[in-house]
Every structure is written in C-alpha cells, then in structure tokens.
C-alpha cells in the first residue's frame, strides 16, 4: 500500500503475490531481460549446450533471470542449472564482475549483462555464446516464436487500486508509450545525451551499445498486453513450474 504501481520481473509476479497475500494486476510491459551468456574467445565451446558439467559459472542473481536460464539449459540442454544441486558450480559475483571473471578464465562461463560488460566484450577476449543468443531469443524458440518477454520490469497495481483508478492506468499508459515511442525514433540521440544510464564511457563504447541495441533491443515496443504475449508467457511460467523453478 506505500506505492500504486510498482515495477518487477514478469517472472517475480507469483511470488510476489503469493507473499504479500494481495492479488495484482499487470497491466504493462517495458524491457525485456537482457542477460547472456559468455565466455572467454579461446574457450573450447560455443553453445552453452557444450559447457562442461560441473564447471564454474558466474551469475549476478540467484532468481531472476537465473531462473529463466534454468528453463533454457533443461529445454535446450537437459542440464539442471540452478543455485545448488544442480550441473554447475554456480558463483554470486557482482553484476559488474561476471564477464571479467570469463575473461580471466576463473569460472567456465558467466552471466552477463552486455551493457555492464562493454570493455570486456569490445576487447574481443569473451564471446556470447551461441552466436549472441539472448534469453528472450531462447525463450520465444522454446515457447514457439518471437514475443517481447520474458520481462525485467512489468507495471503492476493491486487489484483494487487498478479496479478503482482506470482513469490514472490510461494516463500512465499512454504517457510510458509515449516514451517508447521516443526511444524507437531517438534511440541514437538519447544514448549519446545520457551514456551513463547505458554503462558507456568513451565514444568507442557509445559506438557500441548503439550497435548492440540496434541488434538486440531489450525496450518494447508496445506497452500493452496482447493475447499473443498473453499466450506465450503463460508458456513460460508452465515451463518454470515444470522445472521446479
């Protein structure tokens, strides 16, 4: 009740909910998990298929998107890929942290968040993994197509706030695709006025979250829901329920 709408993983909804004893409602979708896998260049794979069971891996979180590569790695793999008990060793570094650590050849494999990896990835030392494959690129495969999600920040209200305020929901979905739009028709602009908020430095690494973003934009298009996203993200939570996750 401190907040109307608040902002978290499409995936952290059920528990969120389950917790606080209070139904919600999502009513909006914004970026999409951006997290992939890499290793270092001269490392002997390339698909996270081939990592070695029992290798070291970094990962910044132990849910979130964790969760959504458990999916992936029993889907794709049949490898068991969670905090404890599973395939991999797998190592809590800072999200700032895990791509080093596949540069230095300390763990097999990390996971990593390209906008908080840029020297390491413009170094050419690490590589994404099957060809540059995201989470959202595995996951539309395995719940059979391109969708926008999984989602790192959803917009929610509970139930009876929502119920109660249609008129502010209009409002405040109309003012954040608005935004989206601007980012779809400045994108070049905003990331050269606000380098910060993308992790960028110099004009090299500017360069290349232009690139990056141009191939692999984790922003929507669309705020609002649609059946087919509906559709496919009830897939998902099916698969994590499956898999234990």
């Not at 209070?22 to 914004?30: E, H, L, T």
């Not at 970094?58 to 969760?67: Q, R, S, W």
């Not at 929502?162 to 979905?173: A, T």
Request: aromatic residues 12%; glycine residues 8%.
């Amino acid at each position: 009740g401190h907040a109307d709408i608040g902002s978290v993983g499409s995936f952290e909804v059920p528990l969120l909910v389950k917790e606080s004893g209070r139904p919600a409602v999502v009513f909006g979708k914004y970026n999409m998990t951006r997290a992939v896998m890499a290793a270092a260049t001269d490392a002997p794979y390339d698909s996270i298929c081939d990592i070695p069971a029992g290798s070291d891996i970094a990962i910044y979180d132990t849910v979130g998107p964790a969760l959504l590569w458990g999916v992936i790695f029993e889907q794709e793999c049949g490898m068991d890929y969670r905090a404890t008990g599973g395939d991999f060793n797998l190592t809590l570094a800072d999200i700032t942290n895990t791509a080093q650590l596949a540069l230095d050849n300390e763990v097999a494999a990390a996971q990593i968040l390209p906008d908080f990896s840029i020297p390491q990835l413009l170094s050419g030392d690490i590589k994404i993994l099957d060809g540059g494959k995201t989470a959202p690129g595995w996951i539309g495969e395995i719940v059979g197509g391109a969708y926008e999600g999984p989602m790192t920040n959803i917009f929610l209200a509970r139930e009876e706030w929502y119920d109660e305020h249609l008129e502010e929901v209009e409002f405040f979905s109309a003012m954040w695709q608005r935004g989206l739009d601007e980012w779809q028709q400045k994108k070049y602009e905003i990331i050269e006025s606000y380098p910060q908020h993308f992790a960028a430095e110099t004009d090299e690494q500017i360069q290349f979250i232009k690139d990056y973003l141009d191939a692999n934009d984790w922003f929507v298009k669309d705020f609002y829901l649609t059946e087919d996203w509906i559709e496919k993200e009830t897939k998902v939570f099916d698969l994590m329920r499956e898999s234990g996750f």
